[in-house]
């Protein structure tokens, strides 16, 4: 079956830099996610990304983060001068044009700033 | 706002014992309503749905019924194998607008031998 991959799997950063976490969504979806889950908390939306551009972000997808889909088959988070607060699980999606419910996930990028 | 609650785990159960998973939620309007599996190094994937009152989803021996009455969407098995052992996520989504399911923090299953 087609995968979401994310990568790293793993990312170890100092507060204040730059982070990108990469995904490849699945070639044929057209719509993409990504959220987050902070340890023991909720899994959280941060953004959704239709036809080239944000369709809808949460109240956490600050002026700190922004995503790209640079290429035709990359999706991109990108966090700005982390916090400690920002280390979390970053998980990917995606799922296909149409009325289908089902998201397809990567296995995740675990981001820890220090 | 939409929210989903589901039980603290981890869950430690014996191979071949009963399971069940909590779900409880809050949602403006009537949701569809969802349980994601992650098995270990692996994405979220979707397990069962059910999409109104009474609805019973399942696969793979697993079912959970769409209790409107107590807001509820308790994840069941009635025999766990090993290859159970997984996180597991309860999520609804609500119609009309956008499409952004909400999720719970997950559960984790631990099946011992």
């Known amino acids: 079956e087609p995968e979401v991959t994310q990568t790293p799997s793993h990312q170890v950063t100092q507060m204040g830099q730059e982070v990108i976490l990469r995904c490849v969504p699945i070639?044929?979806?057209?719509?993409f996610y990504w959220y987050r889950q902070i340890l023991g908390q909720k899994v959280e939306f941060l953004v959704s990304f239709y036809n080239n551009e944000i369709s809808e972000k949460s109240e956490i997808f600050d002026d700190q983060f922004s995503v790209e889909r640079p290429d035709g088959s990359n999706f991109t988070l990108k966090i700005r001068s982390t916090k400690l607060e920002d280390s979390a699980m970053y998980f990917c999606?995606?799922?296909?044009?149409?009325?289908?419910?089902?998201?397809?996930f990567g296995s995740g990028t675990q981001l820890s700033v220090l | 706002g939409d929210s989903v609650t589901q039980m603290e785990g981890p869950v430690t159960l014996s191979e071949e014992a009963f399971l069940t998973i909590n779900c409880t939620y809050t949602?403006?309007?009537?949701?569809?309503l969802f349980w994601y599996v992650q098995y270990p190094g692996e994405g979220l994937q979707l397990l069962l749905k059910?999409?109104?009152?009474?609805d019973k989803g399942s696969n793979k021996g697993f079912e959970a019924t769409y209790r409107k009455e107590t807001t509820s969407f308790h994840l069941e098995k009635g025999s766990v194998q090993v290859s159970d052992s997984a996180v597991y996520f309860c999520?609804?989504?609500?119609?009309?607008?956008?499409?952004?399911?909400?999720f719970g923090r997950g559960t984790s299953l631990i099946v011992h031998p």
């Open positions: 059910a999409t109104k009152a009474d």
């Open positions: 999520a609804l989504l609500t119609s009309g607008g956008s499409y952004i399911p909400t």
């Open positions: 999606a995606s799922r296909e044009q149409g009325a289908s419910e089902k998201l397809f």
């Open positions: 070639s044929n979806h057209l719509y």
């Open positions: 949602a403006t309007g009537y949701p569809s």
